[in-house]
């Protein structure tokens, strides 16, 4: 992740948390008291978010001192103890929240998508990510993706094609929209990936006969369909299954033989992590 936008979003954080002061911490502890704290770990999972947690120690207090004792990716229990920080006790304070606030949902977004991971192994499939994140923690959201086994779909609008529903309908169907977009990228000479989505066997059928794509997205298919999808793609072009795929259904999809699936929830519908950090 860049280190201007991380810093740029901790900054923003800070702001919105700290506004003219933490009077808790100012009404009741001296300004050079010292202390220590630890991160400690409530539940099984995946740890993620140590590296922004040193960052937004630093950028609170550089004098804080913080020992990452578990890295990111490592399977975390409970009575782990992630990290300890050192320094003025007031400056810990006002790091306690946003801190335990990115651990936790980073964190729950690597136990999630490990999950999804470890259902699909020895298959040929990936896990993919989506859109549908919190707006600003988009780069943390997928950076906890990435650190849980799974992979980013896109970051945005900007890095790929993705011609949905929408678009088709807008554009006057799969070929129209599809002809418009190859015209679009050679006239500005740019090479972005398109990917379309198909609603249907008949939609899988005009796209391949039209051509010109880099994936075909098979959206809220059954298994069956979903297999009769891969055979008549025949592997011509990458495939991605989405829409509404579970924990009890992933692995049914990745045995039809696509290539990537998607799944919202990864970043959607997250139960954070549970951590707290606490004095010693």
Same mark, same amino acid.
């Given at each position: 992740?860049? @280190?201007?936008?991380?810093?740029?979003?901790?900054?923003?954080?800070?702001?919105? %948390?700290?506004?003219?002061? $933490?009077?808790?911490?100012?009404?009741?502890?001296?300004? $050079? +008291?010292?202390?220590?704290?630890?991160?400690?770990?409530?539940?099984?999972?995946? /740890?993620?978010?140590?590296?922004?947690?040193?960052?937004?120690?630093?950028?609170?207090?550089?004098?804080?001192?913080?020992?990452?004792?578990?890295?990111?990716?490592? $399977?975390?229990?409970?009575?782990?103890?992630? /990290?300890?920080?050192?320094?003025?006790?007031?400056?810990?304070?006002?790091?306690?929240?946003?801190?335990?606030?990115?651990?936790?949902?980073?964190?729950?977004?690597?136990?999630?998508?490990?999950?999804?991971? !470890?259902?699909?192994?020895? /298959?040929?499939?990936?896990?993919? %990510?989506?859109? !549908?994140?919190?707006?600003?923690?988009?780069?943390?959201?997928?950076?906890?993706?990435?650190?849980?086994?799974?992979?980013?779909?896109?970051?945005?609008?900007? %890095?790929?094609?993705?011609?949905?529903? @929408?678009?088709?309908?807008?554009?006057?169907?799969?070929?129209?929209?599809?002809?418009?977009?190859?015209?679009?990228?050679?006239?500005? !000479?740019?090479?972005?990936?398109?990917?379309?989505? +198909?609603?249907?066997?008949? %939609?899988?059928?005009?796209?391949?006969?039209?051509?010109?794509?880099?994936?075909?997205?098979? $959206? @809220?298919?059954?298994?069956?369909?979903?297999?009769?999808?891969? @055979?008549?793609?025949?592997?011509?072009?990458?495939?991605?299954?989405?829409?509404?795929?579970?924990?009890?259904?992933?692995?049914?999809?990745?045995?039809?033989?696509?290539?990537?699936?998607?799944?919202?929830?990864?970043?959607?519908?997250?139960?954070?992590?549970?951590?707290?950090? !606490?004095?010693?």
């Amino acid at each position: 992740m860049g @280190n201007r936008i991380l810093r740029e979003f901790i900054l923003r954080s800070i702001g919105e %948390d700290l506004g003219d002061g $933490d009077h808790s911490s100012l009404a009741c502890i001296p300004a $050079d +008291a010292k202390g220590k704290a630890r991160l400690l770990v409530k539940e099984e999972g995946i /740890l993620a978010g140590t590296k922004v947690a040193r960052e937004v120690f630093s950028i609170i207090d550089e004098e804080l001192e913080c020992d990452i004792l578990i890295d990111d990716s490592r $399977d975390i229990k409970p009575g782990d103890i992630a /990290l300890t920080v050192a320094g003025r006790q007031q400056s810990i304070l006002k790091s306690e929240r946003l801190v335990l606030n990115i651990m936790q949902r980073m964190s729950g977004i690597a136990t999630s998508t490990s999950e999804y991971v !470890k259902r699909i192994e020895g /298959l040929k499939a990936k896990i993919l %990510d989506t859109r !549908k994140t919190t707006p600003g923690m988009r780069f943390l959201e997928k950076e906890a993706v990435r650190i849980g086994g799974g992979l980013n779909h896109r970051m945005g609008l900007f %890095d790929m094609i993705m011609l949905k529903d @929408n678009h088709i309908k807008y554009a006057g169907g799969i070929e129209q929209a599809i002809e418009k977009t190859r015209e679009y990228l050679r006239q500005n !000479k740019r090479s972005l990936k398109i990917e379309i989505e +198909a609603g249907s066997i008949d %939609d899988v059928k005009r796209i391949m006969a039209t051509g010109g794509v880099s994936r075909i997205m098979l $959206d @809220n298919f059954s298994i069956g369909d979903t297999l009769t999808a891969v @055979n008549i793609i025949g592997g011509k072009y990458e495939t991605e299954s989405s829409g509404g795929i579970t924990l009890e259904t992933v692995r049914s999809y990745a045995e039809c033989g696509v290539d990537f699936i998607s799944v919202g929830a990864l970043t959607h519908h997250i139960k954070s992590l549970d951590m707290s950090l !606490k004095a010693f």
